[in-house]
């Protein structure tokens, strides 16, 4: 007599569908504007009174009114890319359009005033450039890889002859100087105004894409601080938030390109304070296929869209082992990177298969991306590091409008 088919579990075999999200408030679209920064005045364009309206159709069209401060801004287009990116991120969105106009002599002035203010009010300080693409890498829970996807990623960045800095800021479980090869305890300098300044060991990464200038990885973490790093830390919340905070305002970064941040897993202090420090934030989200990684994963992309912060993307790591005869197999599960995407609206920016290389070459120092570049593993991180240098978060060009800024105020107010 023939058994009944087994019943399938229609959530494991298939990515969700998910349900549409309703068009976002305007109090939401001007809160996720608050990270977008004018690269030469270091303030939200928020602060500073350039969005000047945000109207949200019922069919999921953002307008975004955007005051500059001359017509031919050099920086306006980078201004337009960082509002749509940030915009789009929003669920609900459908399309982001960025209108401009020109201020006035009396706005111009009042910007000049607002962004003097800015510099001596805004508390604390980074030593990150507004420049900066800061990304966060970030995952629900331990033991997805987040670590080995940071460290891979800002190598195989930096193989493109780009200076990335890398912070390990999962402050109890540093796991960074391992996997990047660098030893010895952080130096110190004193800076020009005399206060003392801790200095990041620099790595020379050879460029991988022509024979221009080599890129750069300059590494602070804990573990560069500590004895050994067997040393335990056993310090809470708010101590941590302030070691993140030091990281950012008392290490001379210098110029980077980029600076990738490894987060700890989950909710806690740390990623809050990261909102406050750094509003210019990305966060890629890392995961692996099964569901329940997948659901914790999730409330850390509702942590970064509460604070602010868009989820650039979801990487699903160890999605699959490919045998040396050429089969695969879904070990841990198939379809979580595909659900999150789902659930979150963020695109699933990359699948990374399971191999050993990743996990020996970061047990020596070695990333897999420049040790063994041709593997798959080392081929769909340099694809991500492609992707996010070409279009999810390019490097900004600067072109200067601040000289023209001050001209326009000096010349329109009267000599005292």
């Known amino acids: 007599m023939d058994q009944p088919a087994a019943p399938v579990d229609s959530l494991a075999a298939s990515p969700a569908v998910p349900v549409p999200a309703a068009p976002p408030d305007p109090d939401t679209v001007r809160g996720v504007l608050g990270g977008v920064l004018d690269p030469e005045l270091r303030a939200s364009i928020v602060d500073l009174g350039m969005v000047k309206d945000i109207v949200v159709a019922a069919d999921g069209v953002v307008r975004v009114h955007v005051a500059l401060t001359t017509a031919a801004c050099p920086l306006r287009g980078q201004i337009s890319t960082d509002v749509r990116s940030k915009v789009a991120g929003i669920p609900g969105v459908r399309d982001v359009v960025v209108e401009y106009a020109e201020m006035t002599q009396a706005e111009r002035s009042a910007l000049m005033q607002r962004a003097r203010w800015e510099a001596t009010q805004r508390a604390p300080q980074t030593a990150i450039a507004p420049t900066t693409r800061v990304l966060a890498i970030g995952s629900g829970k ?163 869209r509460r604070s602010y912060l868009k989820v650039v993307g979801i990487v699903e790591n160890m999605s699959e082992f490919v045998a040396p005869d050429g089969s695969r197999h879904a070990i841990f599960g198939t379809g979580g990177g595909g659900r999150l995407a789902a659930l979150t609206g963020a695109p699933l920016v990359a699948s990374i298969p399971i191999e050993a290389g990743v996990s020996d070459g970061g047990d020596h120092g070695r990333p897999v991306v420049l040790d063994a570049p041709d593997t798959a593993a080392a081929r769909a991180l340099h694809a991500l590091a492609g992707r996010i240098v070409d279009e999810l978060l390019p490097p900004v060009e600067m072109a200067g409008c601040t000289a023209r800024i001050f001209e326009l105020v000096e010349a329109a107010e009267p000599t005292p």
């Open 142 to 304: 331990g033991g997805v890889g987040k670590s080995s996807v940071t460290a891979n990623l800002a190598a195989a960045l930096a193989a493109r002859g780009l200076t990335v800095g890398v912070l390990d800021a999962d402050i109890w479980g540093f796991s960074i100087p391992r996997m990047l090869g660098v030893e010895g305890r952080l130096a110190g300098t004193r800076a020009d105004d005399g206060r003392g300044k801790i200095v990041p060991h620099e790595l020379t990464v050879p460029n991988a894409t022509d024979s221009s200038a080599p890129g750069r990885l300059r590494v602070v973490s804990m573990g560069l601080l500590v004895d050994d790093e067997d040393t335990a830390l056993m310090w809470r919340g708010l101590v941590l938030a302030r070691a993140l905070e030091q990281f950012l305002t008392d290490v001379q970064w210098g110029p980077l390109d980029y600076l990738l941040l490894d987060m700890p897993p989950g909710t806690g202090d740390i990623q809050m304070a990261l909102s406050r420090l750094l509003p210019q934030t990305e966060m890629l989200v890392v995961t692996t296929p099964a569901i329940g990684a997948q659901k914790v994963a999730a409330r850390v992309a509702d942590m970064a």
